[in-house]
């Protein structure tokens, strides 16, 4: 299984960016798709997750409101729309897959055994 994450880039606070996750996998749409970030300096942390066929989208507190995440199951491909962003946003994103027939969502790194490379978005103030 192999994930590329596109879409980061430099904008300034209260803009918006849209990332993408292309995930090659056989049966996607059986697969949990989460994003993580790591912002300068800090830890690894969970952003978001969905479960199969749209079910259970969820949320850090941190992003709930101004960031959704959706996927298309005929693109194997999620995105993660951000909007309101801000400088607290910048970091680099990962995305995460894991083959979840139950459509479970995890909001732990270690429960994903497939990461993407990660793309850097970069908040202004």
């Known amino acids: 299984v192999q994930l590329q994450a596109s879409g980061g880039g430099l904008v300034q606070a209260g803009g918006s960016l849209r990332l993408s996750c292309k995930v090659s996998a056989v049966r996607f749409s059986l697969y949990t798709v989460g994003w993580f970030r790591r912002p300068p300096g800090k830890n690894r942390e969970f952003v978001s997750a969905?479960?199969?066929?749209?079910?259970?989208?969820y949320y850090a507190d941190s992003v709930k409101g101004r960031f959704t995440i959706s996927r298309d199951n005929a693109k194997n491909t999620v995105y993660l729309q951000m909007d309101s962003l801000k400088p607290e946003d910048t970091a680099v994103y990962y995305c995460?897959?894991?083959?979840?027939?139950?459509?479970?969502?995890?909001?732990?790194?270690?429960?994903?055994?497939?990461w993407g490379q990660g793309t850097l978005v970069t908040v202004s103030s």
């Open positions: 995460a897959a894991d083959f979840k027939p139950t459509g479970i969502v995890y909001t732990t790194a270690r429960s994903y055994e497939n």
């Open positions: 969905i479960g199969r066929h749209d079910s259970n989208p």
